[in-house]
């Protein structure tokens, strides 16, 4: 970030004298610069802390899906601290025990089912596909013969 970088006074050294009449000569410049740094994993941290405490209970943040985008920056050198000003956007979605939801569908019909999904706000949509196709109307009682799978788009 350009704003965290403070560059000193520039102090030049020529090899000659100013009227000294040369074939080659050679011009040094010394300066010193101050930098404020952080680390990128840490800030998406704090954002990431930030986000959780303004959102709803049972939902969480896609962490792939954070995106950040840096403004300006206001540098204190003597303190050695920085202001920074980021846009940051992430997806969220709802965290749902799957294992939980499918212990309670077990054996139950249609009526039932939908009962116990409406415990659950964040599903949207249920698909149902029974098989062999003939079998349908109810859920089997047995978890190894139910699977479920969440389409978070």
Same mark, same amino acid.
Not at 25 to 43: E, I, N, R
Not at 90 to 102: G, Y
């Given at each position: 970030?350009?704003?965290?970088?403070?560059?000193?006074?520039?102090?030049?050294?020529?090899?000659?004298?100013?009227?000294?009449?040369?074939?080659?000569?050679?011009?040094?410049?010394?300066?010193?610069?101050?930098?404020?740094?952080?680390?990128?994993?840490?800030?998406?941290?704090?954002?990431?802390?930030?986000?959780?405490?303004?959102?709803?209970?049972?939902?969480?943040?896609?962490?792939?899906?954070? @995106?950040?985008?840096? +403004? $300006?920056?206001? /540098?204190?050198?003597?303190?050695?601290? %920085?202001?920074?000003?980021? #846009?940051?956007?992430?997806?969220?979605?709802?965290?749902?025990?799957?294992?939980?939801?499918?212990?309670?569908?077990?054996?139950?019909?249609?009526?039932?089912?939908?009962?116990?999904?409406?415990?659950?706000?964040?599903?949207?949509?249920?698909?149902?596909?029974?098989?062999? @196709?003939?079998?349908? +109307? $109810?859920?089997? /009682?047995?978890?190894?013969?139910?699977? %479920?799978?969440?389409?978070? #788009?």
């Amino acid at each position: 970030m350009d704003d965290a970088i403070d560059f000193g006074e520039v102090t030049y050294v020529v090899s000659n004298s100013v009227d000294e009449m040369v074939d080659n000569f050679t011009v040094t410049a010394k300066t010193k610069a101050t930098a404020v740094s952080f680390m990128g994993d840490d800030l998406k941290s704090v954002l990431k802390q930030d986000v959780a405490k303004n959102v709803e209970a049972g939902v969480k943040i896609e962490e792939e899906s954070l @995106s950040m985008q840096f +403004g $300006k920056s206001d /540098a204190d050198f003597e303190k050695g601290t %920085i202001i920074i000003r980021v #846009n940051a956007a992430a997806k969220i979605k709802p965290s749902i025990d799957l294992e939980n939801l499918k212990k309670g569908i077990l054996g139950k019909g249609e009526d039932d089912l939908k009962a116990h999904l409406e415990t659950y706000p964040d599903v949207e949509k249920v698909e149902i596909n029974y098989w062999p @196709s003939f079998i349908s +109307g $109810k859920i089997p /009682a047995y978890e190894s013969r139910v699977d %479920i799978e969440l389409d978070n #788009n």
